[in-house]
């Protein structure tokens, strides 16, 4: 048995020997070929916000006569929108709603009253200033239109009460300030101050006059979220 296992094992190890040095002489093996990094995010985003809204409204006039003191309530606020970034600067375009609030406004012995809502459309723009540990703060500007609207409209001396809507559109534009943060490679989170200057609300009152509610403003803090589309 001794005779039988030296040869064999004398053949195997000639064998490793004749593969070692066929190895040798091969050219050595280059790195590995680098694979493709695939971007899955486009520069779309889409957006959508909720918030508070403090609102103010400039003293206007009621058939005639100025008003001499106005209050409205505060209200909730929220909205969509689509945009589009590239590098430190995006663009988007929001719809938001605001309302209910209720106006109410003094106007020599006459006290009127209103809900007044608003849908407001904005073209907006804003510059990053930056990153530091995923957090972005940003500033921006939005220009467009909001649709006012008073609606159950009271008037203490005439007794215009529960009259049907009114409507009318005016030039809208915003002040923004705000913070996003990345939560993941999709989403980020916006936490934003925002300055709204929505117009002149006007009701006309057949057979009675019109009303000039005054110049509707809102300073909103607002949570947004945008999900960033592949």
Same mark, same amino acid.
């Given at each position: 048995m001794r005779r039988v296992v030296v040869p064999i094992g004398a053949g195997l190890l000639a064998l490793f020997v004749a593969e070692a040095a &066929? @190895? @040798? $002489?091969?050219?050595?093996? /280059?790195?590995a070929p680098e694979q493709p990094i695939v971007e899955f995010?486009?520069?779309?985003? @889409? =957006?959508? $916000?909720? /918030?508070?809204?403090?609102n103010y409204i400039f003293p206007g006039s009621a058939f005639g006569t100025n008003f001499t003191s !106005?209050?409205? #309530?505060?209200?909730?606020? #929220?909205?969509? #929108?689509?945009?589009? =970034?590239? $590098?430190?600067?995006?663009?988007?375009?929001?719809? $938001?709603?605001t309302g209910n609030p209720r106006f109410t406004? !003094?106007?020599?012995?006459? &006290? &009127? +009253? +209103?809900?007044?809502?608003?849908?407001? !459309?904005? +073209?907006? %723009?804003y510059v990053d200033l930056g990153t530091w540990s995923r957090w972005t703060p940003y500033v921006g500007v939005g220009v467009g239109v909001s649709m006012l609207e008073a609606d159950s409209v009271s008037d203490s001396s005439a007794a215009l009460g529960g009259l049907s809507s009114?409507?009318?559109? !005016?030039? +809208?534009?915003? @002040?923004?300030? %705000?913070v996003s943060y990345v939560i993941s490679h999709n989403w980020m989170v916006d936490f934003s101050y925002r300055y709204l200057?929505? #117009?002149d609300v006007h009701s006309n009152i057949p057979g009675a006059g019109s009303i000039d509610y005054g110049n509707l403003t809102a300073n909103q803090v607002r949570l947004g979220f945008r999900y960033q589309i592949d």
């Open positions: &066929v @190895a @040798a $002489d091969l050219p050595p093996l /280059g790195p995010s486009s520069n779309w985003y @889409a =957006r959508l $916000d909720i /918030g508070g809204s403090l !106005t209050s409205i #309530g505060d209200s909730l606020t #929220g909205g969509i #929108g689509i945009g589009f =970034r590239k $590098d430190w600067f995006r663009s988007d375009l929001t719809f $938001d709603y406004g !003094t106007a020599g012995p006459n &006290v &009127v +009253a +209103a809900n007044i809502a608003s849908l407001t !459309t904005l +073209a907006n %723009g009114s409507t009318n559109w !005016t030039f +809208a534009w915003a @002040a923004h300030a %705000g200057d929505m #117009g």
